[in-house]
């Protein structure tokens, strides 16, 4: 039983920030990689922002040099700073938790999705 809440979504005008938050509660015995996805109506869900647990990011290109992830490891937390946006922004995040149980058992979970709009 896990839930990953996430947080901070919203309209913002292209140029504007939003800085998204995902905490992750329950059943795990530690966290792999927390990461964030987003999805347009009838396109694949990408890749926008992962970092692992020793904290090394990686990003799409689309988004590097204007996302920053971050984690708060003592609440299970992962930030994803997004500055710049721009229309093409626009979609439903959704964080990721990459977990482990007690027994070294692999697992993932995802959030409920929070919209972000790009618009003027």
């Known amino acids: 039983q896990v839930q990953l809440v996430e947080s901070g979504g919203g309209l913002v005008q292209p140029g504007g920030s939003l800085r998204l938050s995902c905490a992750a509660s329950?059943?795990?015995?530690?966290?792999?990689?927390m990461g964030w996805y987003r999805q347009v109506p009838g396109k694949e869900r990408e890749l926008v922002a992962i970092i692992t647990s020793g904290g090394h990011p990686d990003y799409a290109e689309s988004v590097n040099g204007r996302f920053t992830i971050s984690t708060d490891n003592a609440k299970n937390t992962v930030y994803l700073q997004m500055n710049s946006l721009k229309p093409e922004d626009t979609a439903v995040y959704y964080c990721n938790a990459d977990l482990q149980d007690s027994w070294g058992v692999d697992f993932h979970s995802w959030g409920q999705g929070t919209q972000v709009i790009v618009s003027s």
């Open positions: 329950g059943r795990f015995f530690s966290i792999n990689a």
